[in-house]
């Protein structure tokens, strides 16, 4: 469930040192502890979507992937309390419709006489409890049902779903449900921490990671701006597995609502939604998984409205979708180094 940041909760700034001619940029690594947030880049245009999705069952795009497998397809899903199920979009933002259905259903903003519109891919055996994100490893997609607004659900998991093929299938299921919790979490909801909410999945090196969203305990509309990272190690089925923790920050500047890694395993994108959207690309650690430790280059997002996720298209290239269900494009190029430090 998407909840909107309370415009009071206040964002730092520090310089970052432009050289000479504007031909480089320093960035220089902030004291251990430092609670500042990185220098925003220049303030971009405005963006303007490149395709909208207007199929009407897609209400609110809380996951966004791309296939590897079949050319121009992306898969998405709605946000919580919505049946348990995916579409599979084209870049036009036209969702895909198997042909052997196309006599009892329709897609697109116009109903059709005489047909329903479809549904999307149907999960059996699974429930949308609060669908945050979705990952792609191989040809195998992982869905973070790991929405927890208030702190205090223990039914927090990974489905995992051999890739449907969008044009000859109506209905999967899973290969497996992973239950996940967070080692450092002990009450529900806690008293003093409130950073057990997580909209951010992404694989690296075949393991599932999460980027935490965080609140003001017990205040559920007040951001905090800080986000841990997890990973989860083990893949039982029968008890749960407890993620570990790798790394932290401080201050990213706005609630994390959705991460993925480069195609080329190179980069960490990580959105995030305040009064001011941003994106943060983080190079990947040369060892170890530090990502938010890591090397960033960051870019104010203006005029996308409330950006809820993204994935690479390329290496170079990124989709962004927001609730209103535009798409927009962007490319790595326009992202400016910036120093950083508040590190957990």
Request: proline residues 8%; neutral net charge; aromatic residues 8%.
């Given at each position: ?16 040192t ?63 309390g ?7 979009l ?79 299938t ?6 497996k ?31 599932p ?33 407890l ?58 997002i ?21 609730e ?17 430090g508040?590190?957990?």
């Open positions: 469930m998407s909840l909107r940041l309370n415009p009071t909760v206040p964002f730092r700034y520090l310089r970052y432009l050289l000479a001619l504007g031909l480089a940029v320093q960035t220089a690594a902030l004291p251990a502890g430092s609670q500042g947030v990185p220098a925003a880049p220049p303030t971009q245009a405005a963006l303007t979507p490149t395709a909208q999705v207007t199929h009407e069952p897609i209400t609110e795009m809380s996951g966004i992937v791309k296939s590897r497998r079949y050319p121009n397809v992306y898969w998405v899903h709605n946000d919580s919505d049946e348990p199920r995916l579409f599979a084209r870049s036009d933002g036209t969702v895909i419709l198997p042909p052997y259905l196309s006599g009892e259903f329709s897609v697109g903003a116009v109903p059709v006489a005489g047909k329903k519109p479809y549904p999307g891919v149907q999960i059996a055996a699974a429930a949308n409890s609060d669908w945050e994100d979705i990952a792609l490893d191989g040809d195998t997609l992982y869905i973070a049902d790991t929405g927890n607004n208030g702190n205090a659900r223990r039914d927090l998991g990974l489905y995992v779903v051999a890739e449907p093929n969008p044009e000859a109506f209905q999967t299921r899973p290969l449900w992973l239950p996940i919790a967070y080692p450092d979490q002990t009450e529900f909801p806690g008293t003093d921490r409130w950073e057990f909410d997580c909209e951010a999945l992404f694989i690296h090196n075949g393991k990671y999460f980027v935490t969203k965080h609140r003001a305990p017990g205040k559920i509309n007040t951001a905090a701006v800080s986000a841990n990272l997890y990973r989860l190690d083990t893949s039982h089925t029968d008890r749960v597995n993620l570990t923790k790798v790394d932290g920050a401080a201050d990213l500047g706005g609630w994390v609502t959705s991460a993925k890694l480069s195609p080329n395993g190179r980069t960490l994108a990580v959105l995030c939604q305040g009064p001011t959207a941003s994106i943060w690309l983080f190079e990947t650690p040369r060892s170890g998984d530090r990502f938010l430790s890591s090397s960033a280059r960051r870019r104010i203006t005029g996308a409205k409330q950006c809820e996720a993204l994935c690479f298209d390329t290496d170079d290239t990124l989709v962004v979708t927001n209103q269900r535009d798409l927009f494009r962007l490319s790595v190029r326009d992202f400016a180094p910036v120093a950083r508040g590190m957990r």
